[in-house]
């Protein structure tokens, strides 16, 4: 389909019409009388040979093809509004800008809230915003990194976008204090025995495929979408959490629990920031790279950034 022949504003009244599923309502929301709103949706639905919208009852509710395209149309417009937004140079002491990355806790608590430090000691009007990584993420990487300006994530869960490279890092357990049943040092046995707290997306795949290459099944006893809940779920327990080191280190004292070697040798962890091609050349964009991987080198080197509380 050529899209030099297709009228663009149509994709903005396919938005509003699909998600207020009201002709006026869609229409107040964009701007359009009641009969240039019915217009638009009689040229969509000639466009794609659908109703889109059918009436219900007393309302209209979309049909199979309507719903298929929800979530298209909203992708579609988050982009263009991005393409149109671009800027060729980027002054950050002096711009009003809002950066959306998508990030575990984790990520914003070891790297995010250092960035926000720097930004907000170099560039006052830069707004950062952070998303949690929705469960579906891996099924589709392009369209969600194509509406926001980043996403956090270590290698080895998805590929096949540009990176900014970050730090790195290395996973260890956590066990209760009082927890009898494990000794100095952790075993394998203790693994396979032992009900877990476990992180319940598929961040730390790279970490239990290997945990599963080892022959265990871990007893799955919680699991929670939150890694700085998992010292809280662990003590007093006989549970066994697998947690990054530097979140271990950041909550050490938190609850009452022992930190502990992997009893082998654990795949170690390289976060990097994933980011789609359409922000190549876009300044602001390249600003926040740029900031990122210095902020990520003072992290990696243990060194205070800009802004960060003394020690």
Known sequence: MNLASLDLNLVVALRALL????????GQRIGLSQPAMSAALARLRRHFDDDLLTRVGGGYELTALGQALLDRTTTACDLLERVFASQAEFDPSREEHEFTLIASDYAVAVFGTELARTLQAEAPGIRLRFKQVPNEFI??????????????????IIRGFPTVELYQDSWVFLVADDNPEVGEQLTLDDLARLPWVTYQRAYDAPAARQI???????????????????????????????????????????????????PYDAVPIQQALWWHPVHMHDAAHMWLRETAARVAEAVEAGRPTIGSPPS
């Open 19 to 26: 998600q207020e599923r009201n002709v006026t309502r869609a």
């Open 139 to 156: 099924d589709s990487t392009g369209s969600l990194l194509s509406t926001v300006d980043g996403l956090l994530l270590p290698h080895g």
């Open 212 to 262: 599963a290459t080892l022959g265990i099944e871990p007893r799955v006893a919680v699991s929670v979408d939150s890694f700085q809940l998992m010292p809280l779920l662990v003590a007093g327990t006989r549970r066994v959490a697998l947690l990054q080191r530097r979140l271990a280190d950041e909550l050490d004292g938190l609850a009452h629990v022992r930190i502990m070697e992997p």
